[in-house]
């Protein structure tokens, strides 16, 4: 019986929660986050696995993928991000979490080889954005 009173709790937050805006969403998930003391550790370093492939590509010059700047059109730039981040491998993420590594100056993609930080860093350029690799 208690399960059908959770099920029922559960359909009413997402009711409510897709009624918000994507800046509404970002605040709410700050919120959780903040309340429970939820990390993002695991997330980053997921989405940095790289594929077998290329682990044995160039072990010592791996590299960081940083965002400085979004420039002029922002979703642009997080929707590139998501689509970076989840072709990398690992934990697939979406624009809002795009954005909130972003806006909080976490890394992109950690510990990948230089030729794909070169290669991503082009994508995102060609969005407006600002990059570094580290």
Known sequence: MSEIKNNKKVNEIIEGISSLSLG????????????????????VQ????????EKTEEKGGN????????GAQPIKVYGEVKEVVNSAGGEQINIVKAKQMIDQKKPILENIPKAKAEEY??????????????
């Open 46 to 53: 997921a989405a940095a696995v790289t594929q077998e492939g």
């Open 24 to 43: 509404e969403v970002s605040e709410l998930v700050d919120s959780i986050k903040e309340k429970f003391n939820i990390q993002e550790t695991a997330i």
């Open 121 to 134: 860093k082009k994508r995102l350029e060609d969005k407006g954005a600002k990059v570094e690799i580290k």
């Open 63 to 70: 590299v960081t993928l940083h965002v400085s700047e979004v």
